[in-house]
């Protein structure tokens, strides 16, 4: 059951972004959209590495085991990524990066 107190927090902010923060301050910049990410990302790697760092915790990845970091970063990039293409359906985010 380690596995849920990853993937919970996970998916809430996941989804807290996805509906709530990326359209109000990133819109359809994708530049924006990457930066918001990172800190999403780095948040849920701090929440998980508060609870589990230092412990030989194993979480189950259906075809391995691994650690708490692996688990944090392989499950949050699953489940962004549908999330991530029905956001750039919906707000016609383009992926021209302008210089």
Not at 17 to 42: M, Q, W
Not at 46 to 66: E, R
């Amino acid at each position: 059951m380690n596995e849920l107190s990853i993937l919970a927090p996970v998916l809430v902010i996941i989804a807290g972004s996805y509906l709530s923060i990326f359209p109000k301050i990133a819109g359809n910049n994708i530049e924006k959209i990457a930066l918001y990410d990172v800190g999403c990302y780095t948040f849920a790697l701090i929440l998980s590495g508060y609870k589990y760092w230092g412990t030989a915790v194993d979480f189950n990845l259906i075809l391995f085991d691994t650690n708490w970091f692996w688990f944090t970063v392989i499950t949050y990039a699953v489940f962004e990524t549908p999330f991530l293409v029905w956001y750039c359906k919906r707000h016609n985010v383009s992926f021209d990066i302008k210089e």
